[in-house]
C-alpha cells in the first residue's frame, strides 16, 4: 500500500467525505429531529420550515470541520453561543441534540473512530451552549 492509501484524511472535512457528505449529514440530522417523537422539544426550538436551519448547520459545519468557511463568508463569525442566546436550551435539549446527532452520524455510516473523536467535540460544545 502506498502512503496515502495507508494515512489518514489531513481534516474531518475530507474524513467525513467532504462537501456531500456533510449535506447528508446535515439533512438526516434534520429528517430525524422532524420526525422522531424523541426529539420534540429540540424540533420545538426551531422555524417551522428547517430549510433555512439546514443550510446554516451545513455551511457551518463545513468550514468547522476544516473545508470551505461558508457560514464565516455569509454571515461573520458564527458566534455560536450569542446566536443561540434566545432559545431556551437546558441538558434535555443538549442530549437530544446530541442523540439525534450521533443517530444522524450513524445512520451516514461514518467511521466510528470520527464518530467518537466528533461526538466528543460536540458535546463539549453542545454543553457550552446550555443556558438554563
Known sequence: MSESETSQ????FEWVGGEAAVRGLVDRFYDLMDLEPGFAELRSLHPSV???SRDKLHWFLCGW???PDHYVERFGHPRLRARHLPFRIGI???DQW???MMQAMSECQLDPTLQARLTESFMGTA???RNV
Open 92 to 94: 434535555k435539549e443538549r
Open 127 to 129: 454543553d457550552w451552549m
Open 9 to 12: 484524511p489531513s481534516t474531518a
Open 98 to 100: 446530541m442523540a439525534c
Open 65 to 67: 470541520l476544516g473545508g
Open 50 to 52: 428547517l430549510d433555512g
